[in-house]
């Protein structure tokens, strides 16, 4: 059972989530380097962020159940790094309230899909 959806070509909402979050990451990593001037706080948002989406790629590839679970766990724990930049970003000033929330949602909304994922694995693993 490693990751029906892909083995039957069906839309994938947790990849598709976190490939539309990457792609506000970008954008937002050239707004804080080319509008604030801000290099080191955004270039690791820029390396988490788009890193949860490229494990949830490796899982689509899976090859056990064991190696799946494992690469959802580093997105899960990219997503948890993630709202670590954004908050460190938010509370020195360099992302105002209004941005910060609306990508913060987006993340913790992936955050969470790959928390469902992690226990439904984990509970059919039992």
């Known amino acids: ?3 029906d ?33 801000e290099y080191v706080l955004s270039k690791q948002l820029l390396k988490s ?3 949860i989406g490229a494990n949830l790629s490796e899982a689509n590839g899976a090859i056990s159940e064991a190696d799946f679970s494992a690469k959802v766990s580093i997105a899960y724990k990219e997503a948890q790094e993630t709202k670590y930049w954004l908050n460190l970003l938010k509370d020195t000033g360099y992302l105002d309230d209004i941005s910060y929330k609306s990508i913060f949602n987006d993340v913790d909304e992936v955050a969470a899909i790959l ?7 984990r509970i059919n693993k039992q």
């Open 49 to 51: 962020g788009t890193s």
């Open 5 to 37: 959806q892909v083995a039957k070509n069906k839309p994938n909402p947790a990849y598709e989530k976190a490939y539309a979050l990457a792609v506000r990451i970008v954008n937002l990593y050239k707004h804080l380097c080319e509008q604030k001037r």
């Open 115 to 121: 928390f469902a994922v992690l226990k439904k694995t």
């Open 1 to 3: 059972m490693i990751n």
